[in-house]
Nanobody
Framework: QVQLVESGGGLVQAGGSLRLSCAAS????????MGWFRQAAGKEREFVAE??????????HYADSAKGRFTISRDNAKNTVYLQMNSLKTEDTAVYYC??????????WGQGTQVTVSS
């Protein structure tokens, strides 16, 4: 079984930065994809970013809304994934979920951490 625990959420003013962390425990492998989703109040859950390592190196994908502002990184030795969020906007306000994908689907989810961006 896999457990994901997020931290680092909070309240920040627009234009500010936050760094989310997600520690994974249990059956985890560096080849599994890890990432972040978010869900704003009254909206559908949406993909933010993912990172995966294989023989050729790291593969990273971002949602268009995150490109240029968010950076995902991963420390495999610590089984931890990070999301550095800069130039935050009020529309980034959401609950952010850490996710892990052993295969084709995001099977494991954290409990979520609230990010609130004030104007």
């Amino acid at each position: 079984q896999v457990q994901l625990v997020e931290s680092g959420g909070g309240l920040v003013q627009a234009g500010g930065s936050l760094r989310l962390s997600c520690a994974a425990s249990g059956r985890t492998f560096s080849s599994y994809a890890m990432g972040w989703f978010r869900q704003a109040a009254g909206k559908e859950r949406e993909f933010v970013a993912e990172i995966r390592f294989n023989w050729s190196g790291a593969t990273i994908h971002y949602a268009d809304s995150a490109k240029g502002r968010f950076t995902i990184s991963r420390d495999n030795a610590k089984n931890t994934v990070y999301l550095q969020m800069n130039s935050l906007k009020t529309e980034d306000t959401a609950v952010y979920y850490c996710v892990l994908r052993p295969g084709g689907t995001w099977d494991y989810w954290g409990q979520g951490t609230q990010v609130t961006v004030s104007s």
